[in-house]
T-cell receptor
């Protein structure tokens, strides 16, 4: 599948800080999605983006679908301890997802 | 409503032994996926089913891996014989709308090959 480059690889922040992570691809996707995975669990969908330039929010999370359709970013505002986990971007190339390698987020109280 | 159910959660076997994983998708989800997740990596697609038909198995190593979804509901993924490099988490996912990318994942089956 297509290679998705996700950065940063890991983040270590204090509770209350804002977080930003992004994902780029050499290929165009029609859909960008962000998933979160807790230890020992499967990924869970956070936000889905279907249109280039789209900006979507879900509570403290905001994500954007890049105009070129080759990138996306995810912001988390006012982080809390339960935001800890691995965040994956995914591009939909038809009927299956291509995932990035993930951004590991640690939040200290 | 029950989510995607996978079993076993954990399996430890010696190399060259066979192993099988089972998945029951969310009721009504015709599309089922098996993904492989290595440590520190994102999930990678192994196979996608539409009902009982495997419509994308291009990434499935067919020399040792096989999968089936005989009645278009639950599915089994088998490895025979297992190799050390097969140690990973095997994730099952399902969706009612494959074009959306909105997948529902099970908790995964963690395989350790000794």
């Amino acid at each position: 599948g297509q290679q998705l480059n996700q950065s940063p690889q890991s983040m270590f922040i204090q509770e209350g800080e804002d977080v930003s992570m992004n994902c780029t691809s050499s290929s165009i996707f029609n859909t960008w999605l962000w998933y979160k995975q807790d230890p020992g669990e499967g990924p869970v969908l956070l936000i889905a983006l279907y249109k280039a330039g789209e900006l979507t929010s879900n509570g403290r999370l905001t994500a954007q679908f890049g105009i070129t359709r080759k990138d996306s970013f995810l912001n988390i505002s006012a982080s809390i301890p339960s935001d800890v986990g691995i965040y994956f971007c995914a591009g939909n190339s038809g009927y299956a997802l291509n995932f990035g390698k993930g951004t590991s987020l640690l939040v200290t109280p | 409503e029950a989510g995607v159910v996978q079993s076993p959660r954990y399996k430890i076997i010696e190399k060259k032994q066979p192993v099988a994983f089972w998945c029951n998708p969310i009721s009504g989800h015709n599309t089922l996926y098996w993904y492989l997740q290595n440590l520190g990596q994102g999930p990678e697609l192994l196979i996608r089913y539409e009902n009982e038909e495997a419509v994308d198995d291009s990434q499935l190593p067919k020399d040792r891996f096989s999968a089936e979804r005989l009645k278009g509901v639950d599915s089994t993924l088998k490895i025979q014989p297992a190799e050390l490099g097969d140690s990973a988490v095997y994730l099952c996912a399902s969706t009612f709308d494959p074009g959306s990318g909105e997948l529902f994942f099970g908790e995964g089956s963690r395989l350790t090959v000794l």
